[in-house]
């Protein structure tokens, strides 16, 4: 069972997301003096006096706008209360309280939810000033002051949400949850593969490249397993990241591969294979992830007999790189293919967890060095003296040898396909640590 919900709403710039992250302990959400930076729900965990919950960041509330964007950050905000068990309402003693606070909390009360009110940038210790008591106004009880930047007063802003939380029940064992990173280019169709998946309008979606900023959670249970589909801004060209918002969404989107098991990384069919998408592919692999390539759009290919085996065959090329990632054609916006997806993750997902026993192993070894004898520099002959498997996600192998110098790179390409060969190990890379024997050295 989830735990409680907690979602932080408010006007654009009263301080939220710096809230967020203050009561998170890390720098989840963008926080930036731009209004309108946080656009889609973003969660985090929060534990207070052994109380788990997970808090949820939204996009600044306008209630009366025409602006597309704003308005979609609207509707984020009213499914995030929807779903909330408690709402935090931000305000801001340095505006005071404008319209927009009494419409917003209009709308809080409709909801029938709890409701925490916290004014915000009360960056002074002792009695709040004057202006703190204007907030009673909003008829939304006791104010408690708070400075997110500074931490006063948060303590007091949780003890009061505890009060309305209900009891967690047990949560679900993390380690059945496949946490799967959806990364691509701009507008390649990552947020409407997260919408076609979770059955509603979960990200934010548009034709304006790098609508999204945030990453964010969607959390699936089907007949094939668990799995939280984490969606990430679009990783562009560093030169053309011109803006620090979009900065900072690089990095959170390479935050949330680290945080991943596996990576759909999305191409567009009609676009075909970039160099952006090379470099999107590079931080996947350098992070050790099982991995698929999922080429979006192909409904709107024109085909024939050959197309499929013709792009295949190129991505095969393309991504030479990343030999072991299997290639699958779907439509996010038709569902072409999506259940395949789900067995897909759960596969490369088992095969990156995999682990072989070291005698199996040396069994492979013995075979693969009787075939292709290991090479010799200067009348010196590399010796393996066995191998053994050190850890999973990635599969990473440790070979024990008389010379790290002599075991070529060529040599463990042939080791690795041998070993890919008898144990499958696909959609995922392997790692190999060479240590010469007694010294401890890499």
């Known amino acids: 069972m989830a735990k409680p919900v907690v979602a932080i709403v408010g006007r654009p710039n009263v301080g939220k997301s710096t809230l967020f992250n203050k009561l998170i302990g890390s720098r989840l959400s963008i926080v930036d003096d731009t209004p309108g930076v946080t656009r889609d729900r973003i969660y985090g965990d929060c534990e207070w006096l052994n109380h788990k919950f997970l808090l949820v960041d939204t996009g600044g509330i306008e209630p009366n706008t025409s602006d597309v964007i704003l308005s979609q950050m609207r509707t984020q905000a009213e499914i995030a209360i929807s779903t909330a068990d408690v709402i935090i309402l931000v305000t801001n003693i340095r ?40 907030f009673y106004n909003l ?157 979006n759009k192909w409904d709107a290919i024109e085909k024939d007999g050959n197309t499929m085996k013709e792009y ?11 030999s072991y990632a299997p290639i699958m054609f779907i439509s996010a916006k038709t569902g072409q293919r999506i259940d395949k997806l789900y067995e897909m993750i759960s596969f490369v997902h088992s095969q990156n967890s995999m682990r072989i026993s070291t005698g199996k192993l040396n069994e492979v070894l013995a075979g693969a060095t009787a075939r292709v004898q290991p090479p010799t520099d200067k009348g010196k002959r590399l010796k393996i003296y066995y191998m053994t498997q050190a850890s999973t996600r990635p599969p990473t192998f440790v070979f024990f040898v008389n010379n790290a110098e002599l075991f070529h790179f060529s040599y463990q390409r042939y080791l690795e396909n041998q070993i890919r060969d008898i144990f499958g190990l696909d959609g995922t890379p392997v790692r190999f640590i060479i240590r010469e024997r007694g010294d401890g050295k890499k």
């Open 139 to 295: 008829g939304l009880g006791d104010p408690v002051a708070v400075s997110a930047s500074h931490g006063h007063g948060t303590g007091d802003l949780l003890n009061e949400v505890l009060k309305y939380l209900p009891e967690c029940e047990d949560e679900e064992d993390d380690d059945e949850i496949i946490k799967v990173a959806i990364i691509g280019k701009p507008n390649v169709g990552k947020s409407s593969l997260v919408n076609k998946i979770s059955g509603v309008n979960r990200a934010i979606v548009s034709d304006i490249a790098g609508t999204t900023r945030d990453t964010t959670d969607t959390f699936i249970e089907n007949e094939y397993g668990k799995f939280n589909f984490i969606d990430t801004a679009g990783l562009r060209r560093k030169s053309r990241v011109d803006d620090a918002i979009e900065k900072y969404s690089i990095i959170r989107a390479r935050m949330a591969v680290e945080r991943a098991n596996v990576c759909v990384i999305m191409i567009d069919a009609v676009e075909g294979f970039t160099e952006q998408d090379s470099k999107v592919a590079g931080i996947a692999l350098e992070q050790g992830k099982a991995c698929i390539i999922a080429v």
């Open 312 to 322: 295949r065959d190129k991505l095969t090329n393309d991504f030479s790189f990343m």
């Open 95 to 134: 505006d005071g309280v404008v319209a927009s606070d009494y419409d917003v909390a209009t709308m809080l009360q409709k909801s029938g939810k709890p409701i925490v009110l916290c004014v915000n940038k009360c960056d002074s210790i002792g009695e709040p000033e004057p202006e703190f008591y204007e």
